[in-house]
Structures are given as C-alpha cells and as structure tokens.
C-alpha cells in the first residue's frame, strides 16, 4: 500500500475517534461543520485546504462516521452540522425525512447525489493465497476458515449491509447458494440466516452482530479496516474502490451483477435485503434493500450556517476530481 498516505489515514482515525479535525481554528472564523462517510475522508480532507485557501473567512471541520453513524449525529445526538454526506442515498429520506423533536421540522426534505462507488475485494502481498484468488474462486478462497475476511459494521456502515449483499447476489450470479453461509453467515454467534422468498434473499440481524471465531472480523467503519488489512490482521476485506485504490492495495474486481456499481442492474440488486436489528433506535429505517452505490449530500434544517453548507456542497459538486483515482467516482 502507499505508505507515504497511510500516516494520513492514522490522523483520520483521530478525527473519527476524537470529533473532527480542522487544518485551522484561528478565532474569528465561521466554522463549517460537516459530517461524513468514512470513505470520503481523504477526498474531503483535500477539499478542505481547497476550500479554506479561497474562503479564509472559513474553518471548515470534517468528522468521519460510517453513513448510519454520520446521520445519527443530527437525528439521535442532536449535534449540529452544517453538511450531510453519506455513502447511501436512500439514507437521507429514509431517515431524515422525519420531525425534529427540536424544530418540529423535519430534519431535512432534500438531497443531492454526487458521487458513485463499487464494491472490491482488497487484499495485501500478505495475504493468504494472494497469488491463487481471482474475479472467480473468491467465494472459495474467502471461505477457507484460515482466511480472515473483514468488513465493516452492517448496523452503522453502508458498506457493512453490503459487503452482505455482494455475497448474498454472488449466490445468485455463480449459482451457489451456499457461498453466503460459507463466507459470512455461519461464522457469527447466533447464525446470520438467508431466508429465501419470492422477492429475493433477505438476511436478519441482531442488534449486536457477534463473529463467533476468527474467520470473521468486524470494524465500526470500512475505513477501520485498512490499518489492519495493512499490518495482516487480516486477509481480505469487503471494500469501496475508491478506498482501495487511494490506498495502494491490491483488489478483485467484481462482476457488474454483484459489485452493486451498475444503473443496468438496479432490479437484480434489489432481490437482496438487510433487515438492521435496530428495537432501541426509532429513527433508523430497518431494512435495507441492494441498489447502486450513490453517494448523496444534504444541508440540514437546523444546520448552523445553512448558506455556507449550501456553498461547499456546491464546491462538492463542482470539484474536478470526482471520478479520479482514490475518488468516488463521477455520476
């Protein structure tokens, strides 16, 4: 991995950990708060400095969550953020278009999406039978129960629910039905079970997902994840392109039919569902359905500085570097 970048990635986890982090907090400054999905921590930590060189009147401050978790800021916390910007769309309406207990509105009407993503496979020179998988025997070579697979949180993390979903529709795609169990399902304490119906695969989770051995590890965040996949703890990991490729590491492209990036196959992702075990968390919609990877913003109702959210978004999406390497890439 590029290892002239992975320092970067360490201060971010501080950021995440520690809430936020600013290259400035000189006094006088508006602070421009925003919330946002891991996986776009590096892009915006650049978007930053932009920003701030051509608005030195600005102090913008970027904190990092999974997409669950950076929306649960605003509408379970109550903690004020002037942007929204997570690696799900169907997030925002699903749950924010709801009342403030606060304001009485909701906590937001719009969104716009700007970004999309791909899901991968990245692995290290350090991991197991590096030089034996490819875009075919992943499934086998991930169920080896000496091969340790992370993924991220399903319960806080967009890409947790899918790194699900990809194996839940590459049972589907190699017709294997057993690639899910085999990969994830069996090695969590209870049993995560596919259930079959008319409508596709659908998989239940409880509150506190709990790997039951090795094979399986899981991290609050994808981003998490990349410390440990560096340093071999573990194999392989369920990632977004964009995160693999800033990073330097190696990855197994999928096929269009399971790597949830595609518009053309929108219906077939959708035969795959996730059910959150969320009983305490009212403002969380529980089910999950597969779609493509969009990523979306949106400007709180309540936000702080509403007018200085509306111009970085629009600083977002004018930006030339989405779509290049170690970014979302362009809608």
Same mark, same amino acid.
């Given at each position: 991995?590029?290892?002239?970048?992975?320092?970067?990635?360490?201060?971010?986890?501080?950021?995440?950990?520690?809430?936020?982090?600013?290259?400035?907090?000189?006094?006088?400054?508006?602070?421009?708060?925003?919330?946002?999905?891991?996986?776009?921590?590096?892009?915006?930590?650049?978007?930053?400095?932009?920003?701030?060189?051509?608005?030195? *009147?600005?102090?913008?401050?970027?904190?990092?969550?999974?997409?669950?978790?950076?929306?649960?800021?605003?509408?379970?916390?109550?903690?004020?953020?002037?942007?929204? /910007?997570?690696?799900?769309?169907?997030?925002?309406?699903?749950?924010? #278009?709801?009342?403030?207990?606060?304001?009485?509105?909701?906590?937001?009407?719009?969104?716009?999406?700007?970004? =999309?993503?791909?899901?991968?496979?990245?692995?290290?020179?350090?991991?197991?039978?590096?030089?034996?998988?490819?875009?075919?025997?992943?499934?086998?070579?991930?169920?080896?129960?000496?091969?340790?697979?992370?993924?991220?949180?399903?319960?806080?993390?967009?890409?947790? #629910?899918? /790194?699900?979903?990809?194996?839940?529709?590459?049972? *589907?795609?190699?017709?294997?039905?057993?690639?899910?169990?085999?990969?994830?399902?069996?090695?969590?304490?209870?049993?995560?079970? &596919?259930?079959?119906? /008319?409508?596709?695969?659908?998989?239940?989770?409880?509150?506190?997902?709990?790997?039951?051995?090795?094979?399986?590890?899981?991290? *609050?965040?994808?981003?998490?994840?990349?410390?440990?996949?560096?340093?071999?703890?573990?194999?392989?990991?369920?990632?977004?392109?964009?995160?693999?490729?800033?990073?330097?590491?190696?990855?197994?492209?999928?096929?269009?039919?399971?790597?949830?990036?595609?518009?053309? #196959?929108?219906?077939?992702? /959708?035969?795959?569902?996730?059910?959150?075990?969320?009983?305490?968390?009212?403002?969380?919609?529980?089910?999950?359905?597969? =779609?493509?990877?969009?990523?979306? &913003?949106?400007?709180?109702? *309540?936000?702080?500085?509403?007018?200085?959210?509306?111009?970085?978004?629009?600083?977002?999406?004018?930006?030339?570097?989405?779509?290049?390497?170690?970014?979302?890439?362009?809608?």
């Amino acid at each position: 991995m590029n290892r002239a970048i992975f320092p970067v990635i360490l201060m971010l986890f501080s950021c995440i950990l520690f809430g936020g982090c600013s290259m400035h907090q000189g006094s006088g400054k508006i602070p421009l708060r925003v919330v946002a999905a891991g996986s776009l921590l590096v892009p915006f930590s650049e978007l930053e400095s932009r920003y701030e060189a051509l608005n030195p *009147d600005i102090d913008v401050q970027v904190e990092g969550h999974g997409s669950i978790q950076a929306i649960r800021q605003v509408t379970d916390l109550y903690r004020k953020f002037d942007v929204v /910007a997570v690696a799900d769309e169907s997030l925002i309406p699903d749950l924010m #278009y709801r009342p403030s207990r606060e304001t009485g509105k909701n906590f937001t009407d719009w969104y716009v999406p700007f970004a =999309r993503n791909e899901m991968v496979i990245a692995y290290t020179e350090k991991s197991l039978y590096r030089t034996e998988i490819n875009e075919t025997n992943w499934p086998d070579i991930l169920a080896r129960p000496e091969v340790r697979v992370g993924f991220s949180n399903p319960m806080l993390d967009a890409a947790g #629910y899918r /790194a699900i979903m990809v194996t839940m529709l590459a049972g *589907d795609y190699y017709g294997d039905q057993t690639i899910f169990p085999r990969v994830i399902g069996d090695h969590f304490d209870p049993p995560l079970v &596919m259930e079959e119906s /008319a409508q596709g695969h659908t998989v239940r989770l409880p509150e506190v997902p709990r790997p039951a051995d090795q094979h399986i590890v899981i991290r *609050d965040g994808s981003i998490f994840l990349l410390s440990l996949l560096a340093a071999g703890g573990i194999d392989y990991a369920f990632e977004y392109k964009s995160v693999t490729e800033e990073q330097d590491f190696f990855y197994i492209s999928l096929p269009e039919e399971i790597n949830l990036a595609s518009p053309d #196959y929108e219906e077939w992702y /959708a035969r795959s569902h996730v059910i959150l075990g969320f009983p305490r968390f009212s403002s969380i919609g529980q089910e999950r359905d597969g =779609r493509q990877i969009v990523y979306a &913003m949106t400007v709180p109702s *309540d936000a702080p500085y509403p007018d200085e959210g509306q111009k970085f978004l629009q600083f977002v999406l004018g930006h030339e570097k989405i779509g290049e390497r170690g970014w979302p890439a362009s809608l």
